[in-house]
C-alpha cells in the first residue's frame, strides 16, 4: 500500500503509549457499551410491546381509531364482522379477543393473566404446541398455556392443571410456544373467542380486532377505504407494529428517556476519546515535526493520524458490542424476562457514532499537527 509504512510509523506510536491507548479505548468500549445497552432495551421493550400482532401473524388488522397498543383494545360491534366479510378484496375475516383477568390457582394465589380468545372456527391465529393436541382446545374449560418467562407464575402448570377465572373451572389441555414474549409481565391463556367472552366480562360488544386476509396486495387499499368509511381503521401487520412502536417512542417516557441516555453515553465517548486523543497528539508534536523534517508530507501525516483514530475506534467498538453482548446473554440466563435485544440497527446506529468519535477526535488533532513546523520543533 502507499501509505503502508506511515501507518505502521503512526500504529507503533500508538500502542507504545500503553496510557493514552488504554484511556481511548475505554473511553470508546465505555461509549459503545452504553448506546447500545440503551438501545437494545429500548430495541427489547418495542419487540415486546408489539409480540401479540407478531404472535397472532394475522396480515391486516380492524380496530377502533383509538387503539394506539395491541393490549389497549376498543370492542367493535358485531355487524362490523359482517360488512368487512362482505367487502371485495377480503379472503376471510375472523374475530380475535384480547382481555384481562384474575385466575385463582391451586394454591389459593391469584395470578393476572392475558387471556386470548381465537375465532371458533379457524383457530386463526393460534400458537405452535409443545404439549398437547390442537383438537383439545374445543373441549369444555380449556385453555392453552404459553410457556414463557413468565410460565412460572402460574406455579409452573401441566396438562390437566386446573384454575378458577371468574367462578369458571379451567384446565390447562396444551402448553404453546410463541415467537415473542409479552412486555406486560403476566401469563398468556389461549382459548376459544366464545369461552374467552363468556368467562370475562364485557360490554355489549365482545370483538376487540378483526382480523382479515386480502385477495391480493392490490385489493388491501381498497379494503381501508371501504373500512374507513364504516368508521374504522384497517392496518396491515407492519402498519399495526409502526403504530404501537410510534406509540411507545413520542407518546411515553421511554424513548425520550432512552433517547437522552444514548446522546449522553455519546458525548461521555467524544468528550473522554476527543481528549485524551488530542492530549495525545500534544505529547508526540516532535515525533510528527521530525517526520515532516525527513520529508513525510501534510497528506501522509494526515492519513497517519485518521487511521490511527479509526484504528482505537474499531478496537473500541468491538470490545463495546464484545461487552454488551455478553452482559445481555448472562443476564437473559439469569432474568428471562429481561427484554433487551441487539438489532442490525443498534449496531448500525452505534458504528456511525464511533465513526463520528473518531471524526471529531481525529480533526483536532490534524489541525495542531498541520501548523508544526519543523524549524521549532529542531530549534526547541
Not at 485518521?306 to 445481555?328: H, K, N, P, S, W
Request: net charge positive.
Amino acid at each position: 500500500m502507499k501509505y503502508s509504512g506511515i501507518m505502521r510509523i503512526g500504529f507503533k506510536l500508538l500502542i507504545n503509549d500503553k496510557a493514552k491507548f488504554s484511556a481511548l479505548l475505554i473511553g470508546i468500549t465505555f461509549a459503545v457499551f452504553l448506546m447500545m445497552q440503551m438501545t437494545a432495551m429500548f430495541a427489547g421493550i418495542l419487540n415486546r410491546a408489539y409480540s401479540t400482532v407478531t404472535n397472532i401473524g394475522a396480515t391486516m388488522w380492524i380496530m377502533d381509531p383509538a387503539v394506539n397498543t395491541a393490549s389497549s383494545s376498543f370492542p367493535l360491534p358485531a355487524y362490523l364482522l359482517d360488512a368487512v366479510r362482505s367487502i371485495d378484496g377480503v379472503l376471510y375475516a375472523v374475530p380475535l379477543f384480547i382481555g384481562g383477568a384474575q385466575v385463582r390457582l391451586a394454591s389459593g394465589t391469584y395470578q393476572s393473566v392475558a387471556v386470548i380468545g381465537l375465532d371458533d372456527t379457524s383457530l386463526f391465529g393460534r400458537p405452535a404446541l409443545e404439549q398437547g393436541k390442537i383438537e383439545d382446545i374445543f373441549a369444555e374449560n380449556s385453555f392453552f398455556v404459553v410457556r414463557d418467562a413468565e410460565f412460572e407464575k402460574l406455579e409452573n402448570p401441566t396438562i390437566g392443571t386446573t384454575f378458577e377465572l371468574n367462578d369458571h373451572r379451567g384446565v390447562i389441555v396444551g402448553i404453546a410456544k410463541v415467537a415473542a414474549n409479552g412486555l406486560n409481565g403476566v401469563p398468556t391463556l389461549y382459548t376459544t373467542f366464545r369461552r374467552a367472552t363468556e368467562y370475562i366480562p364485557t360490554t355489549r360488544f365482545t370483538i376487540s380486532y378483526i382480523l382479515l386476509q386480502a385477495k391480493n396486495d392490490e385489493a388491501i387499499a381498497g379494503i381501508k377505504q371501504r373500512v374507513a368509511a364504516l368508521g374504522y381503521v384497517a392496518v396491515t401487520k407492519n402498519e399495526f407494529e409502526s403504530r404501537i412502536a410510534d406509540f411507545y417512542t413520542y407518546k411515553t417516557g421511554i424513548g425520550t428517556n432512552i433517547l437522552m441516555m444514548t446522546v449522553i453515553s455519546f458525548l461521555v465517548g467524544l468528550s473522554i476519546s476527543g481528549q485524551t486523543f488530542y492530549s495525545f497528539i500534544l505529547e508526540n508534536l516532535e515525533k510528527f515535526g521530525a517526520l515532516k523534517a525527513i520529508g513525510a508530507k501534510s497528506r501522509e501525516l494526515v492519513y497517519m493520524i485518521l487511521f490511527m483514530a479509526t484504528f482505537t475506534a474499531m478496537t473500541g467498538f468491538g470490545l463495546g458490542i464484545g461487552l454488551v453482548t455478553l452482559m445481555i446473554s448472562i443476564t437473559h440466563v439469569k432474568l428471562p424476562n429481561y427484554a433487551a435485544i441487539i438489532t442490525f440497527g443498534n449496531l448500525g446506529m452505534a458504528f456511525v457514532m464511533v465513526i463520528i468519535i473518531a471524526a471529531i477526535s481525529s480533526w483536532f488533532g490534524v489541525r495542531r499537527v498541520l501548523q508544526i513546523e519543523p524549524f521549532d520543533i529542531f530549534r526547541g
